[in-house]
């Protein structure tokens, strides 16, 4: 079983996490039951980082047969640093988890049980998160809300990337290569049998978070465009609804006009009108836009990672 951590200016964290995946390798080898015993590998894929993170993992990797490393050309982005790292797997199953210990590799054994019973998605749900603002809870409850209900795939609530995925999810995944991705939805896009694992998320050990809320805002404008055309069809619906409102106006100035004879337009009136549609105007171009970006960026066909060094585990 691979343990895919992706990385970036991590040095700081690294050395406890280190420690902590040798505690798991080595009770994992130590079972009394065979069926218990787990070989573990542990593939870190490094996005560009800026400090040591690099320096390390290749020092840990030196010593062990278990570990190896994806180091990309630049950074990437985490998105695209866990493809290169989904690519690179070549076992049975997969573990994601982050490096700032947030999610307990302890953990990832109970998850392996689950997988024995036959799962093929075992997706750890947050029933904390500590250490995070209300702000970033209640965004990241408000995002998930919305996208179920505009989407046509079941999207797992509060989950991140941490969860154990079968080798028939692996090599879907494998098969999934849009430029533009938001793996939290295309994990759920490709469906098989899933189960869900509670659990409470932990503080960061060390350093601070590298996601920042335009980030996260352009993670979630993602997940929109490239699961659903809601925000199209909302954008037509809209459109359809001033059309008829237009029209309506236009028949009652008519009407009045008939009636009444000519009347002086109310200035305040007629700019209401242009501001409205002129909103909506923008509007509707910047969520066409949204889509249309995305399409230019995915017909260019470019990888979604370069590699600039690399080593991969060993068997025993």
């Not at 047969?65 to 990437?76: K, M, V, W």
């Not at 609530?157 to 969860?163: E, H, S």
């Not at 409102?245 to 305040?268: R, W």
Request: proline share 3%; hydrophobic share 40%; net charge neutral.
């Amino acid at each position: 079983m691979t343990i895919l951590i992706p990385c970036y200016n991590e040095e700081e964290s690294l050395p406890m996490l280190f420690a902590r995946l040798t505690t798991l390798s080595e009770n994992a080898q130590l079972a009394p039951d065979d069926d218990d015993r787990i070989d573990y590998r542990f593939l870190f894929v490094d996005d560009g980082s800026k400090d040591s993170t690099r320096d390390e993992i290749r020092e840990f990797a030196s010593n062990r047969f278990d570990t190896g490393f994806i180091f990309l050309s630049r950074n990437f982005g985490k998105e695209h640093a866990m493809l290169a790292g989904i690519d690179a797997v070549d076992t049975d199953a997969l573990v994601i988890i982050d490096a700032d210990l947030q999610d307990p590799p302890e953990l990832i054994g109970d998850m392996v049980k689950l997988w024995r019973q036959g799962y093929e998605d075992v997706y750890a749900r947050r029933r904390s998160r500590k250490g995070e603002s209300w702000f970033k809870k209640a965004t990241s409850h408000l995002y998930y809300t919305l996208l179920q209900k505009v989407s046509s795939v079941q999207i797992q609530r509060d989950t991140g990337d941490f969860r154990l995925l079968d080798r028939k999810c692996v090599t879907a995944l494998q098969h999934l290569r849009e430029s533009e991705r938001n793996s939290k939805a295309l994990f759920s896009w490709i469906g098989f049998k899933k189960i869900e694992f509670l659990y409470d998320r932990d503080p960061r050990c060390a350093g601070k978070t590298k996601w920042n809320y335009w980030k996260l805002m352009k993670l979630a404008i993602d997940g929109f465009t490239s699961f659903t055309v809601a925000p199209l069809r909302a954008v037509t619906i809209c459109g359809g609804i001033v059309s008829l409102s237009a029209i309506i106006y236009a028949l009652v100035v008519f009407v009045h006009t008939i009636v009444n004879g000519v009347d002086v337009p109310g200035y305040a009136s007629l700019m209401i009108v242009v501001l409205v549609l002129g909103g909506i105007q923008l509007l509707a171009l910047g969520v066409i836009g949204e889509y249309l970006g995305r399409t230019f960026i995915q017909t260019k066909n470019r990888p979604n990672y370069l590699i600039e060094e690399e080593q991969r585990p060993k068997e025993r």
